[in-house]
Every structure is written in structure tokens, then in C-alpha cells.
């Protein structure tokens, strides 16, 4: 695997160059509730995505990618099937740092940019949503929904496992996790109800809207 040096940031200055520290949670474990319990989020984010931090310093400690940032790391092991357990671990936690950043405690509209993209590639916010909630709800197995930016267009997809959409060239505005860590406390089988939940009123517009300006072509 070799190390390539990206040449622009590819999120809002606040995920930067993801460095291989676990982040604060940018709220109160409580802030999501009843959409999201505190336990589940202090399970989420101090067994969960703490595990894949753990395990990404023990699998790179003592390599080249010992330094490195998570972003590096993930471009340098995308594809490598030697470097598989690697670029899972940093992946989940360039994931879950995006992931908190992606929820709201509070509603929130897109910003006046990001809502005219929105409403120019969907037809509507409504649409919009109603697209994210669907193709997240149908991600098979463990993955993630994403609003993201190919180009100059918005796109929903949805990503296997620990897959992230940057690797194909996608930037990343939004995300929703899907494994079932992040909801099965609060919801057990009943993943439509928890997507629509944070679709319709726990997403962070203003972090896309950041995502979205520093993703412009
Ligand atoms: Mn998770």
C-alpha cells in the first residue's frame, strides 16, 4: 500500500483530515432522545465506534500508516484485500466521526444553496427525504445512507459494511448509519421508523450545507 497525498479537503473544515483520535460527540448522549436513547448512543459511541478506533492503532502501530489521517489510511488500503482489516477500521471511524456530525438534536432546513440543489436534483425537500429514508431502509445488511455530491449533482446512495463514498469519487454531505448497533435498543426489527425519525427531524442541514460548499467542483 502506498500513502497519496490528497489535495483538498474532501469534507467542511471540522472533520478535516480525520486524525486517528476518537472525537468528542458534538452533543449530550441524551440530545436525540426519544428518537435515539442515551444508552444507545453511549453504547454507539463508547463501545462501538471506540472498538473500531482501538483497533485501527493496534492494526497500523508500528507501520507506515501509523501517523497518518484516516483519510490517507482509506485511500491507501481501498481495494487492497492484504489490507482489508485496516481499511475497515478506518473507515468505521471516519464513518462515525462524519455520522454525529450528520444528527441534530434540533430540526433544521437546508440553507439557501444546498435547498436550491436540492429542489433542482429531486424536485423537492420532500422528495429528497423520501429518496434518503428509501434507499437507506433498503441497504441490505449492515451499511449507511448518504446524501452526497458526484460532481455538481446530489445523489442518495447507500454503502455495504464500512464503505465510504469518497473512494468512488463521491462527497459526502450527510450520513445515516444502518448497522444495527445504531438503532436496534431503541427499535429492534423496526429500521423504517428509526430512518424516517431522523430523516424527517434530526438531520444536520447545517453541516451539509458546509459539506456541500467545500465539495463544489
Ligand atoms: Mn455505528
Redesign the pocket.
Known amino acids: 500500500m502506498t500513502l497519496a497525498v490528497k489535495s483538498r479537503p474532501l469534507t467542511a473544515a471540522d472533520i478535516g483530515a480525520s486524525p486517528q483520535v476518537q472525537p468528542p460527540l458534538p452533543f449530550a448522549e441524551n440530545a436525540l432522545e426519544p428518537v435515539i436513547s442515551a444508552r444507545t448512543i453511549g453504547f ?1 459511541y463508547g463501545k ?2 471506540k472498538g473500531y478506533v482501538d483497533t485501527l492503532a493496534k492494526l497500523v502501530a508500528g507501520t507506515p500508516l501509523a501517523g497518518a489521517t484516516l483519510e490517507d489510511i482509506i485511500f491507501a488500503t481501498a481495494g487492497d484485500s492484504d489490507a482489508t482489516p485496516i481499511f475497515n477500521n478506518a473507515a ?1 471511524c471516519w ?2 466521526n462524519f ?1 454525529w456530525h450528520s444528527l441534530s438534536p434540533k430540526a433544521q432546513a437546508p440553507e439557501a444553496a444546498l435547498a436550491a440543489a436540492i429542489d433542482r436534483d429531486f424536485g423537492s425537500l420532500a422528495a429528497m427525504q423520501a429518496e434518503l429514508a428509501k434507499v437507506t431502509v433498503a441497504q441490505f445488511g449492515t451499511g449507511w445512507g448518504w446524501l452526497v455530491a458526484e460532481g455538481e449533482t446530489l445523489r442518495v446512495i447507500s454503502t455495504g459494511d464500512a464503505d465510504v463514498p469518497f473512494t468512488n469519487g463521491q462527497r459526502p454531505l450527510l450520513t445515516i ?1 444502518v ?1 444495527e ?2 438503532y436496534y435498543l431503541d427499535y429492534q426489527n423496526r429500521r423504517p421508523d428509526h430512518v424516517d425519525a431522523l430523516v424527517k427531524g434530526h438531520l444536520n442541514w447545517d453541516f451539509a450545507a458546509r459539506n456541500f460548499a467545500a465539495a463544489k467542483p
Open positions: 454507539h462501538h465506534h468505521q464513518n462515525h455520522y448509519d448497522w448497533h445504531a
